[in-house]
């Protein structure tokens, strides 16, 4: 069973500021989600990566396949940014690919 | 596109009470996951339905809980009896073959 680990749990950052939040798993993965989710429950699919990097306006995620290593990166950021942000993995082989996910991110971020 | 689609928003019921949520993923999406999101954890997964086959059904509490996908597309999840530690927002997702996952914006459960 794969263990997805976040941090921080919890970060609060001033407008403007490079922010970076970490994920990482123990067993080999075929892709691995970031994913966004506001105060009512919704989830949003912000990228899906198997390996390299991505970017989307002002997020970024990459992704180490041999460390078990993604990060996902805010440049300058916004208010309106405030949500949880959350790693979730698909594990290799079977039929059953349903996510394992990471508790979240709760990111604020201060005018 | 229309995305997953997810009734009731909110829900809130006595225990030992019985509740039933309903999904519409994805047109063409083949795959769809019920997850469920206790408040400050991620979510975990109760359910993968293949078309109307279920995949995986590993960590459903299947003495109350129990699901359905009778023609591939619409889904319903049942809980009976309800218990207080059920309260949770109860997410469906759809994909078509692992990848384009799309959530719905889940059913927020309060067992009182």
């Known amino acids: 069973k794969n263990e997805v680990e976040q941090s921080p749990q919890n970060l609060t950052a001033q407008e403007g500021e490079f922010i970076t939040i970490n994920c990482s798993y123990s067993?080999?993965?075929?892709?691995l989600h970031w994913l966004q989710q506001h105060p009512g429950g919704g989830i949003v699919s912000l990228f899906m990566l198997s390996s390299g990097k991505k970017k989307h306006g002002r997020l970024i995620a990459t992704i180490n396949i041999q460390e078990k290593h993604s990060s996902l990166h805010i440049t300058a950021s916004h208010p309106r940014d405030s949500a949880v942000y959350i790693c979730?993995?698909?594990?290799?082989?079977?039929?059953?690919?349903?996510?394992?996910f990471g508790k979240g991110t709760h990111l604020i971020i201060q005018p | 596109e229309a995305g997953v689609a997810q009734s009731p928003r909110y829900k809130i019921i006595e225990k030992r009470q019985s509740v039933a949520f309903w999904c519409n993923p994805i047109s063409g999406h083949a795959t769809l996951y019920w997850y469920q999101q206790i408040l400050g954890q991620g979510p975990k997964l109760l359910i993968q339905f293949q078309n109307n086959g279920v995949v995986d059904d590993s960590q459903l509490p299947k003495d109350r809980f129990s699901a359905e996908r009778l023609k591939g597309v619409d889904s319903t999840l049942k809980i009976q009896p309800a218990k207080l530690e059920d309260s949770a927002v109860y997410l469906c997702a759809s994909s078509l073959q692992g990848y384009g996952y799309t959530f719905g914006s889940g059913t927020r459960l309060t067992v009182v």
């Open positions: 979730a993995v698909r594990s290799l082989g079977g039929g059953a690919d349903g996510l394992t």
């Open positions: 067993v080999g993965i075929s892709a």
